[in-house]
């Protein structure tokens, strides 16, 4: 079986967003840390960083294009589409 694997090209402008989110987030945490409920702080803290992870950068880094003999596989994170060359 002949496959050809293609990983996603991701531009700069998706980086740039993504590090500003990220720069939102680190600003708000040192922000409302100094406000007194540390702990409640730093659960919001980590479940948006997880979030942001897992919505914005954890897809495009696995994203991948299977070309296969009769079709064209997608990977992207827990989602996997194939679409038959005859369809397109």
């Known amino acids: 079986m002949d496959k050809k694997v293609y990983k996603s090209n991701v531009g700069l402008m998706y980086f740039l967003v993504s ?34 992870y897992f919505v914005l950068i954890y897809p495009v880094i696995i994203t ?4 296969e003999t009769d079709r064209l596989v997608i990977h992207c994170g827990i989602y996997k589409n194939e679409i038959a060359f005859h369809d397109i």
């Open 64 to 67: 991948k294009y299977v070309l």
């Open 19 to 52: 590090l500003i989110i990220a720069a939102i987030l680190i600003g708000s945490f040192l922000y409302t840390r100094d406000n007194g409920n540390v702990i409640v702080t730093s659960i919001a803290f980590i479940v948006a960083a997880a979030i942001h």
